[in-house]
């Protein structure tokens, strides 16, 4: 009996900035899943650190993937086989309400 896998280890790193200050962002969650599923594995989320670094491995059918990146107060922004290591979240404007 042959049995050949045809998995792709799938590999993204690199920093994530403030998209205006150029900031590290700590703790902005990385999937491959928009939504997290937390009773299915496939969806789970690493998160970046201190210094908005993330490391991210995974397995799949091909070397080609996408990424969800999402943090509190910024837009989620979605990667697709790019080749920059510096990831840009752009924060979310508070609409301003006026004083009459």
């Known amino acids: 009996m042959l ?12 920093i994530i900035l403030n998209s205006e200050t150029r900031q590290p962002l700590e703790g902005v969650a990385i999937s491959k ?4 599923d937390t009773a299915n594995s ?8 201190d210094k908005g670094q993330f490391e991210y491995q995974d397995v799949g ?3 080609s993937f996408e ?6 107060g910024f837009k989620p922004k979605k990667v697709e086989n790019e080749i920059s290591d510096t990831i840009l979240l752009e924060p979310i404007k508070q609409l ?3 004083m009459n």
């Open 42 to 49: 496939f969806t789970r989320r690493i998160y970046s650190d």
């Open 67 to 72: 990424l969800f990146f999402i943090k509190d």
């Open 33 to 36: 899943y928009k939504v997290e």
């Open 3 to 14: 049995i050949i896998g045809c998995d792709a280890v799938q590999e993204k790193s690199g």
């Open 61 to 63: 059918m091909t070397n």
């Open 96 to 98: 301003q309400k006026s």
